[in-house]
């Protein structure tokens, strides 16, 4: 595998994702190494998995990812060996702790603020439709005594 | 292709050289004009002197006469390929195709920013031209402010970003245009965006200017609602295009990247939406007016976040194409000034805006309200994604990246609950509404959706739940729909007659509802099913993928305008017959030094089969990459659905800009 890494960094044209040589024989352990993929930052492009990305570096970081899985790394193993490594910016999907709880917590809590305020407004205008003859809008109420009045 | 050959610039004959000029000086009056379309217009409609507001109208017409002249010969440099110009050199060539000269008009910062003023003027133009129904204090106003975000675009562009600068020792030839920017799908991408985001122009201008006259109406809600539907249509058409373009350009058949760029549009996207469905309760029932002259403002304010976020380069991505601070910061500028003027502005008078229409706990109201807390929550959501890593970086020193991963888990669920809850609201009477009596209505639709998610689940290899989940929602979503618009045909006889002669908006309601649901499959289809193949072929070899059979025939040297390519023949076999020969390309071209993949698609109705040409392997044989995608095209087709339904909506006769607001007010709303 060194070997094939060392070679492949010696051809300077732009390679092309996944390489048929990169694909490992066994299908399960290939499927876990693309499922990873899809998680890591190629580091050296923008905004691109490492699996889609023809840079260099994404190819030596996808060979390292299957590296890792042969020598009998679990797929939690194998993202903490990379991420050591090449720090947090790695990962596309943040991690939880600490101040990315914000980031994950925004969404439900702006539900929650969201329907909060909701419900109070609307059962502030449907208490009125409750009320009796506030069933009609003062505008509603005014027509009406026009058309009453004619 | 025909091409304008006019040999090397600086031979150019005078009047050419003035058309540029001319362009430049119009520029700069049509930056005046939008001053004093500011000033007097608002001066006079608050001292309500008749003559004053009505300057407001020439001088919009005026604004974008000027401006699409300095568009004009600006498009005049580029097809002469007039390379005195510092921008067509950097971004055009003579070998380039003509469609390509033209669309590196806007293939750049700054004829992309010309192009945006100029819509900025054609918006303030419609006003101008087909509002003599709208009150003078208002129209007057309205202009004024539009004339305001005109007057800050000119200036960023005669500041910061100027087409028109010349060289002074012009090359013999140009840099080329960015060839991924040289395709059909991407040319026309840019415009429609810009469409689309500056139609949100208009409905903060016509909110800025009800804020000023206090005054917020079911006419207003009448004239704000045509043009964020128009907004809405582009920006569908915009982000369907890109994102098609993606698709088959970019070489791995992804469809959408979650990319800081895409989610500049795709906020304005989701708010717009939003803002549609609450300028109907305004128009209708009275209500929620505070809520939507807010939404008005902020769907804007995503817009020119979008503008700042693709313009400044803040958060780099593979579309920023400017990355100059100072335009970074007069864009934060102009967005700063507008929201903070606009967000105060509406803190004072949002007071004034009282709800008339009341209405109970179960009605099409309700639905609405949580409809836009849905699409608000989750256009919230990727707007926080999207700036967390700049966020992070500056308070917390932590360096990291929020990707795809990230948004399909966070924002799915949003659109999820939007989807179950679609075609129960869109059935909803307004005002007051019986609950069991639509279920009941949707029985059938439901329990038929239940049985096409069992059978994709039945059907399936693997246990992933995002297909079945997926085809589910859609089929409820276009049954849904399809029930929606055949409850209003009533009862009795004559129900297909009457089905044909409900109102267009009706129809664009359910056409646009289903074509979301057609959305909603083919993303899951893709996500879901698609099959991948990577092997190395020798030319003559044959290959099974998912049940075709491909060969690859040949490899071949071919020479384009400007590129050349690496072609591969590949034949696509079922069995035995030939379904149809693709032609997978590797270009190169050699004046920007860029190399392209050109993707061959086999597009069918239920699946694409879709092949990519690599590199080619020691051994003689070449890297193929064929994958089998379920129901891609049902992506884009689904897009094309909502835009045709929105279309559908704004030709009904009820909400033509012009149609008689003084018959609507004579009539008045029925009592139900």
Same mark, same amino acid.
């Given at each position: 595998?060194?070997?094939?890494?060392?070679?492949?960094?010696?051809?300077?044209?732009?390679?092309?994702?996944?390489?048929?040589?990169?694909?490992?024989?066994?299908?399960?352990?290939?499927?876990?190494?693309?499922?990873?993929?899809?998680?890591?930052?190629?580091?050296?492009?923008?905004?691109? $998995?490492?699996?889609?990305? &023809?840079?260099?570096?994404?190819?030596?970081?996808?060979?390292?990812?299957?590296?890792?899985?042969?020598?009998?790394?679990?797929?939690?193993?194998?993202?903490?060996?990379?991420?050591?490594?090449?720090?947090?910016?790695?990962?596309?999907?943040?991690?939880?702790?600490?101040? $990315?709880?914000?980031?994950?917590?925004?969404?439900?809590?702006?539900?929650?603020?969201?329907?909060?305020?909701?419900?109070?407004?609307?059962?502030?205008?449907?208490?009125?439709?409750?009320?009796?003859?506030? &069933?009609?809008?003062?505008?509603?109420?005014?027509?009406?005594?026009?058309?009453?009045?004619? | 292709?025909?091409?304008?050959?006019?040999?090397?610039?600086?031979?150019?004959?005078?009047?050419?050289?003035?058309?540029?000029?001319?362009?430049?000086?119009?520029?700069?009056?049509?930056?005046?004009?939008?001053?004093?379309?500011?000033?007097?217009?608002?001066?006079?409609?608050?001292?309500?002197?008749?003559?004053?507001?009505?300057?407001?109208?020439?001088?919009?017409?005026?604004?974008?006469?000027?401006?699409?002249?300095?568009?004009?010969?600006?498009?005049? #440099?580029? *097809?002469?390929?007039?390379?005195?110009?510092?921008?067509?050199?950097?971004?055009?060539?003579?070998?380039?195709?003509?469609?390509?000269?033209?669309?590196?008009?806007?293939?750049?910062?700054?004829?992309?920013?010309?192009?945006?003023?100029?819509?900025? #003027?054609?918006?303030?133009?419609?006003?101008?031209?087909?509002?003599?129904?709208?009150?003078?204090?208002?129209?007057?106003?309205? *202009? +004024?402010?539009?004339?305001?975000?005109?007057?800050?675009?000119?200036?960023?562009?005669?500041?910061?970003?100027?087409? !028109?600068?010349?060289?002074?020792?012009?090359?013999?030839?140009?840099?080329?245009?960015?060839?991924?920017?040289?395709? /059909?799908? *991407?040319?026309?991408?840019?415009?429609?965006?810009?469409?689309?985001?500056?139609?949100?122009?208009?409905?903060?201008?016509? #909110?800025?200017?009800?804020?000023?006259?206090?005054?917020?109406?079911?006419?207003?809600?009448?004239?704000?609602?045509?043009?964020?539907?128009?907004?809405?249509?582009?920006?569908?058409?915009?982000?369907?295009?890109?994102?098609?373009?993606?698709?088959?350009?970019?070489?791995?058949?992804?469809?959408?990247?979650?990319?800081?760029?895409?989610?500049?549009?795709?906020?304005?996207?989701?708010?717009?939406?939003?803002?549609?469905?609450?300028?109907?309760?305004?128009?209708?029932?009275?209500?929620?007016?505070?809520?939507?002259?807010?939404?008005?403002?902020?769907?804007?304010?995503?817009?020119?976040?979008?503008?700042?976020?693709?313009?400044?380069?803040? =958060?780099?991505?593979?579309?920023?194409?400017?990355?100059?601070?100072?335009?970074?910061?007069?864009?934060? +500028?102009?967005?700063?000034?507008?929201?903070?003027?606009?967000?105060?502005?509406?803190?004072?008078?949002?007071?004034?805006?009282?709800?008339?229409?009341?209405?109970?706990?179960?009605?099409?109201?309700?639905?609405?309200?949580?409809?836009?807390?849905?699409?608000?929550?989750?256009?919230?959501?990727?707007?926080?994604?999207?700036?967390?890593?700049?966020?992070?970086?500056?308070?917390?020193?932590?360096?990291?990246?929020?990707?795809?991963?990230?948004?399909?888990?966070?924002?799915?669920?949003?659109?999820?609950?939007?989807?179950?809850?679609?075609?129960?609201?869109?059935?909803? /009477?307004?005002?007051?509404?019986?609950?069991?009596?639509?279920?009941?209505?949707?029985?059938?639709?439901?329990?038929?959706?239940?049985?096409?998610?069992?059978?994709?689940?039945?059907?399936?290899?693997?246990?992933?739940?995002?297909?079945?989940?997926?085809?589910?929602?859609? +089929?409820?979503?276009?049954?849904?729909?399809?029930?929606?618009?055949?409850?209003?045909?009533?009862?009795?006889?004559?129900?297909?007659?009457?089905?044909?002669?409900?109102?267009?908006?009706?129809?664009?309601?359910?056409?646009?509802?289903?074509?979301?649901?057609?959305?909603?499959?083919?993303?899951?289809?893709?996500?879901?099913?698609?099959?991948?193949?990577?092997?190395?072929?020798? /030319?003559?070899?044959?290959?099974?993928?998912?049940?075709?059979?491909?060969?690859?025939?040949?490899? #071949?040297?071919?020479?384009?305008?400007?590129? =050349?390519?690496?072609?591969?023949?590949?034949?696509?076999?079922?069995?035995?017959?030939?379904?149809?020969?693709?032609?997978?390309?590797?270009?190169?071209?050699?004046?920007?030094?860029?190399?392209?993949?050109?993707?061959?698609?086999?597009?069918?109705?239920?699946?694409?089969?879709?092949?990519?040409?690599?590199?080619?392997?020691?051994?003689?044989?070449?890297?193929?990459?064929?994958?089998?995608? /379920? *129901?891609?095209?049902?992506?884009?087709?689904?897009?094309?659905?909502?835009? !045709?339904?929105?279309?559908?909506?704004?030709?009904?006769?009820?909400?033509?800009?012009?149609?008689?607001?003084?018959?609507?007010?004579?009539?008045?709303?029925?009592?139900?």
């Amino acid at each position: 595998m060194k070997r094939l890494v060392l070679c492949l960094c010696l051809i300077a044209a732009p390679v092309f994702a996944v390489q048929p040589d990169e694909i490992l024989d066994d299908p399960a352990l290939e499927a876990r190494a693309r499922e990873l993929s899809q998680g890591l930052r190629c580091l050296v492009c923008r905004n691109e $998995n490492i699996d889609d990305s &023809s840079a260099q570096l994404a190819r030596d970081l996808r060979l390292l990812v299957r590296e890792r899985l042969v020598a009998g790394d679990t797929d939690e193993e194998a993202v903490a060996f990379i991420v050591d490594r090449y720090g947090e910016y790695v990962l596309l999907k943040p991690q939880s702790g600490g101040s $990315n709880l914000i980031l994950w917590g925004a969404g439900p809590l702006m539900l929650l603020l969201g329907g909060l305020i909701a419900v109070v407004y609307l059962r502030r205008r449907s208490r009125s439709v409750e009320g009796g003859d506030a &069933s009609l809008s003062d505008d509603e109420k005014a027509r009406l005594r026009e058309i009453m009045k004619n | 292709m025909g091409e304008i050959d006019v040999g090397p610039a600086g031979t150019a004959p005078y009047t050419w050289v003035m058309i540029t000029e001319l362009g430049h000086f119009a520029l700069i009056l049509a930056f005046v004009t939008a001053c004093f379309q500011v000033v007097v217009p608002l001066y006079g409609a608050h001292k309500r002197w008749p003559g004053w507001m009505a300057a407001a109208e020439p001088a919009a017409t005026l604004q974008f006469l000027l401006t699409a002249g300095a568009f004009a010969s600006l498009t005049w #440099a580029f *097809l002469t390929s007039d390379f005195s110009l510092k921008l067509v050199t950097l971004n055009s060539h003579t070998a380039k195709p003509l469609l390509y000269k033209i669309t590196g008009v806007w293939g750049n910062h700054e004829g992309s920013m010309l192009l945006w003023v100029l819509i900025v #003027a054609l918006f303030g133009g419609s006003v101008a031209w087909f509002g003599s129904n709208l009150p003078p204090s208002l129209k007057a106003r309205v *202009l +004024a402010v539009q004339g305001m975000i005109g007057a800050a675009f000119f200036a960023f562009i005669l500041f910061t970003s100027n087409p !028109f600068l010349r060289l002074a020792v012009p090359p013999f030839d140009g840099n080329d245009l960015n060839p991924l920017l040289q395709d /059909p799908g *991407l040319a026309f991408h840019p415009p429609f965006l810009y469409l689309g985001y500056v139609g949100l122009s208009m409905t903060f201008s016509f #909110a800025v200017a009800a804020l000023i006259e206090g005054r917020v109406d079911a006419a207003w809600g009448r004239w704000v609602r045509p043009y964020t539907l128009a907004a809405w249509i582009f920006l569908t058409i915009g982000i369907g295009l890109g994102s098609w373009w993606a698709y088959y350009e970019l070489g791995w058949g992804g469809f959408w990247f979650w990319d800081p760029v895409e989610n500049a549009s795709f906020m304005p996207w989701l708010i717009a939406a939003a803002l549609l469905h609450s300028s109907i309760v305004v128009e209708k029932r009275e209500s929620l007016k505070s809520w939507t002259v807010l939404l008005a403002i902020i769907a804007f304010g995503f817009s020119m976040v979008g503008a700042f976020i693709t313009r400044s380069g803040i =958060i780099t991505s593979v579309h920023a194409f400017a990355s100059d601070p100072e335009r970074g910061v007069f864009l934060l +500028a102009i967005l700063a000034v507008f929201m903070l003027g606009a967000l105060t502005l509406f803190a004072a008078r949002a007071n004034v805006m009282q709800a008339k229409g009341v209405f109970g706990l179960v009605s099409r109201e309700s639905m609405l309200v949580i409809n836009n807390i849905l699409l608000g929550v989750s256009a919230f959501v990727v707007f926080t994604g999207t700036i967390w890593p700049l966020v992070a970086e500056l308070f917390f020193d932590r360096k990291l990246s929020v990707g795809a991963p990230f948004f399909n888990m966070a924002f799915t669920p949003f659109m999820l609950l939007l989807g179950l809850i679609l075609p129960v609201g869109a059935m909803l /009477p307004w005002k007051r509404a019986n609950l069991g009596r639509v279920i009941r209505q949707l029985r059938g639709a439901f329990v038929l959706a239940i049985a096409i998610g069992a059978l994709a689940w039945a059907l399936q290899t693997g246990r992933s739940a995002l297909g079945p989940v997926g085809l589910f929602l859609a +089929a409820w979503l276009v049954s849904g729909s399809a029930v929606d618009l055949w409850s209003r045909t009533g009862r009795g006889s004559g129900r297909l007659a009457r089905l044909r002669r409900l109102p267009r908006a009706d129809w664009g309601k359910s056409v646009a509802h289903g074509g979301l649901g057609i959305t909603i499959a083919g993303i899951a289809g893709m996500m879901a099913w698609s099959v991948e193949d990577i092997r190395v072929v020798q /030319p003559g070899e044959a290959f099974e993928v998912a049940g075709f059979t491909l060969s690859l025939d040949n490899v #071949a040297r071919v020479e384009g305008p400007n590129y =050349i390519s690496t072609m591969g023949e590949v034949s696509l076999r079922r069995g035995d017959s030939l379904i149809n020969t693709l032609y997978p390309e590797k270009r190169i071209y050699p004046v920007a030094g860029m190399p392209t993949t050109e993707a061959a698609i086999d597009n069918g109705f239920l699946r694409d089969v879709y092949v990519v040409v690599g590199d080619p392997q020691g051994n003689g044989g070449w890297a193929i990459r064929t994958y089998y995608k /379920p *129901l891609a095209n049902w992506i884009w087709g689904g897009a094309i659905l909502m835009a !045709f339904g929105g279309a559908l909506s704004l030709s009904d006769r009820r909400y033509r800009v012009a149609a008689g607001s003084h018959k609507a007010a004579a009539v008045g709303v029925p009592a139900e």
